[in-house]
Nanobody, 117 residues
Framework: QVQLVESGGGLVQPGGSLTLSCAVS????????MGWYRQAPGKERELVAS???????NYADSVKGRFTISTDNAKNTVNLQMNGLKVEDTSVYSC???????????WGQGTQVTVSS
């Protein structure tokens, strides 16, 4: 079982930036897909950003142009650079990785991001 540990969450003012990092116990270069979800209280879980084999990257419309997903295969991390943060970005952010379509994803425990003045 792949283990994932997120870090980098915290409190930031509107317009600020944060970088989330997800440390993966396996090799990120061997993963079929990786990404970040978020879920705020009372709301459905939302896919924020994902990347998969072939370099295919997708973003939620609400974060396009502000968030950037990347991987560091030397460190086996999946990162989410978040710029221009808004109050509505406040949520628990969780990373996932998936070795293949036939396997269920592995999840991290989540990290809280709070955007407030």
């Amino acid at each position: 079982q792949v283990q994932l540990v997120e870090s980098g969450g915290g409190l930031v003012q509107p317009g600020g930036s944060l970088t989330l990092s997800c440390a993966v116990s396996g090799s990120t270069s061997s993963m079929f897909s990786m990404g970040w979800y978020r879920q705020a209280p009372g709301k459905e879980r939302e896919l924020v950003a994902s990347m998969r084999t072939g370099g295919i990257i997708n973003y939620a419309d609400s974060v396009k142009g502000r968030f950037t997903i990347s991987t560091d295969n030397a460190k086996n991390t999946v990162n989410l650079q978040m710029n221009g943060l808004k109050v509505e970005d406040t949520s628990v952010y969780s990373c996932y990785v998936r070795r293949s379509l036939s396997l269920v994803p592995s999840w991290g425990q989540g990290t809280q991001v709070t955007v407030s003045s």
